[in-house]
């Protein structure tokens, strides 16, 4: 039995004292700190604190670790704070959706096969049977939930059902080309990830690459972010543009686009993989 | 006397065989041609070209000029082309149109002093007296032109009329915080330059960092665009971003934005100077 | 028969009224210019040009095709031209080589599969068998050629005799780990193309991110470029950085690494496929 | 007598319990910690930290600064860790050194008036007396110190005893043409910052754009690093890139060029002058 690998992510008002009471708990329960960053939004007077740390084998696993959480429990919600506990080698278990285009759900497959993400993906859904040949072949479990069958409530309730079956832990919406319905988002909050396809609040809605081409921009991006009850409106994780120019349609700024999506995607998803998201209101604290 | 270097821009209806009938032209017309580019919108089949070229001697100047002038004017007219010609020797006259921060402004006078920009500025107008003393300590003429003496309307009217003594060609809006009249914007058609200090169409109107910061987006930007009656809505001539974290107060994407305004708006006025920019509808085309 | 699509590259010692001749001999074979471009090296007095164009039934295939063909060859030849003409529907045949790290080989497929790349890929060939079960899977032929079986000039025999029987246009080094033979090389110039994992010529030879690493850069690049027989010195078709911190370790920087490295070497290959690079010397232009 | 901000920045050995230490070290002296970031280099063991906080009225000032000040150092020896710690309203005093490229030089300047560098800036020093005029006009103190007096071994001595008599804490290379000597160097050790206008360690040494132009790159890159005896080879605290294409010439990329020294240089100052950077064999921490 070795160490375990943990993150401990707290959010509190702030007040004087607060990193060396947390310094001090994780001092005490012998743990060793191998990364920490924090952040004060002095707007709001909140506190945000990520700790990377060790622990040895008595709280590595087991009782033990039942004990040390059930600690760190303590004493945060004695300081009043908000936080999470997990420790690394408890994988999180990711849902792929995706309709037609396979461009960010076919990179995500090829990134898990590659060790890049450290979770697992029992699985992908689309609402179309388009991409199965190609999920398959790479040796994934492909799920079709088309619309069609009992419309779009049955079919939400067929995808929570076997999100709930399968534990997943995270949803990715990898060009998933389907509006999620109030209830479906605030069952899963903070804990599915959408790729939009513009450089948000800029182009939201449909057909952002028209869009832009019909605006004019010289630069065109991909915005990744929670999503919330308001369509395109979620905390933002992460960003990126590409240059463009009146020389380039709308099908090459689609294309160049889909190389911003895979790329913007995978990493907000490993942010947030790694515990390094905090969401609060609309924004986010993204800790590197 | 020497050869003149002269740049000629054509608009119209795509068709077969206008590449060759511009470049016959030419040939017929003894020039030589040091660069030539070309765009056609396919949507709209509308064709553009930007030709730059040495004439020899006896068209570079005088009487010569004119002719040679005539003979483009005619032949593009037979093929129903707009048309502009331009010979660098005859530099453009630009004001600077500045309100209280200064750092576009000066950033151009620094680069007009360096001779990075083939342009005169002939003065910088303000309606306020705060960079009276910067502007002038670096050697050119200052003008206050305040609201407050007879309003908005007769303000305009006094800088109007000093732009037609001053024979000015383009006016550039370096942080100038009035929204130009209708009237005014009418009067100067694509030879208004502004930068908005956001990455357009996100965060139009006022105070877009704050905005930014407020969206939680981790890009700022900064957008130069010719002037129309619609506010923040004209053909962008060039944008560029810059990464922002969580970590950045206002203040902070204010000061990181100030570099983005300032190497935006010398680039995009770099450009109108060269004759690289064709605006046609809510776009431009930009040769480079 | 419907009509066909055509680009012509040439290259000469730069005179007046090249641009004419050349628009005068397209319009008199009746083609119709889509996209015209060029470029001037001023301190080599060398013209560079690229004509996109459709010609019409006649010509567009068959004896027509080839009459068209040495019409155009006649002409440029007469003036001293280096010329390539090549029709879009004769697509390229692409042979990818790869060693162990299958990420850009991979990209690369799924590039093909979606239809971004206008060309055929045959084949994948390796000094190593890791990779068969992917490319196999992804429905794609994996030749398998180790260096263990008669040392590497028996190698490099056997790709190039593979090269030779299907008719491959193209080499495309996706990560082979191996110096091609200078032999090699010479057999196929400016038909070699190589991603480097750096910001070349910075960190040029082996262990690339080590190399950065340990020299503390702030930015990490990848390079891909024409191979010559001077490693890591040959034409640069395209390049692209990304930023890194203190808190990237090399394992970091070689997944940061990587994406840069699948979307330069794509660019780059698109660029080469849609004959806009010309390279000359130890430089390339590439038209946009 | 109201608070006052200070920075402690601390380099030591890696061992458990460090970050609680200090942090309880900050709690007991009764500060209030607004930022702590801090590194671990996992190759070498070492641990890195920067921590920002605000101290009461009472260690503020005079004695109690003082006393302040005996206490954070005892402890930080005692944990045998290397200790700075820096009171904010103790402004450093940066030396300008420039030959007769002014576009670095002025553009501090102009950022220094606009408040956007918490420093003083005494006066700026050349070899050549041309840009005295520009930057006596803008109301700063020019030093004019050639070569020509003395020889080179004259006119260091004569800058060193300037830098001493004015009580300087960091000199800043801004496009200085001259190579410190050794002697000189070691006496400022990471006390010179320089800006190279070239992508280290790619381009080092003289004319870098004319080198980057002949090696045919799609990028060029500023580098802004200390000064050691090993030219070019000192820790670089910050780079930046732009595009370039074939269609720049060498006075193209010198203008381009002349945008990223700006910001780079500028940027790797505020850094410094905020005690984010920690230099450590030929790498550093920025801490953001």
Chains 1, 2, 3, 4 share one sequence.
Not at 69 to 78: H, I
Not at 164 to 191: G, H, N, T
Not at 225 to 236: A, F, Q, S
Request: proline share 3%; net charge neutral.
């Amino acid at each position: 039995m070795s160490d375990a690998h943990a993150v401990l992510r707290v959010v509190c008002h702030d007040r004087p004292g607060l990193v060396a009471d947390v310094a001090g708990l994780l001092f005490r329960l012998g743990v060793n700190v191998v990364h920490a960053d924090q952040h004060r939004d002095a707007e709001l007077n909140t506190f945000f604190q990520r700790l990377e740390f060790t622990v040895g084998r008595d709280a590595a696993s087991g009782p033990g670790r039942r004990q040390f959480t059930d600690e760190v429990g303590r004493a945060c919600e004695g300081w009043k704070m908000q936080w999470k506990l997990r420790f690394r080698d408890e994988q999180q278990r990711v849902a792929i959706l995706v309709s037609k285009r396979g461009h960010c759900a076919l990179d995500l497959l090829q990134r898990h096969r590659a060790g890049e993400l450290g979770c697992e993906v029992p699985f992908v859904v689309s609402n179309h049977p388009d991409l199965g040949e190609e999920v398959t072949r790479r040796g994934y479990r492909f799920v079709c939930e088309p619309m069609a069958v009992g419309g779009k409530a049955a079919q939400e309730a067929r995808i929570l059902d076997l999100l709930a079956r399968e534990k997943i832990d995270l949803v990715v919406l990898a060009r998933y080309m389907q509006i999620l319905s109030p209830s479906f988002v605030e069952a899963w909050p903070e804990k599915i990830i959408n790729i939009h396809h513009s450089f948000l609040p800029a182009f939201a809605g449909a057909e952002p690459y028209r869009q832009a081409y019909n605006r004019g921009v010289k630069l065109i991006g991909a915005t990744s972010h929670y999503v919330t009850k308001d369509l395109d409106e979620g905390p933002i994780i992460a960003q990126d543009v590409d240059d463009v120019s009146h020389r380039e349609a709308v099908s090459d700024l689609e294309r160049k686009g889909r190389d911003l999506e895979r790329v913007v995607l995978a990493h907000a998803l490993r942010c947030h993989l790694e515990d390094r998201v905090i969401a609060y209101g609309k924004k986010t604290v993204v800790f590197d």
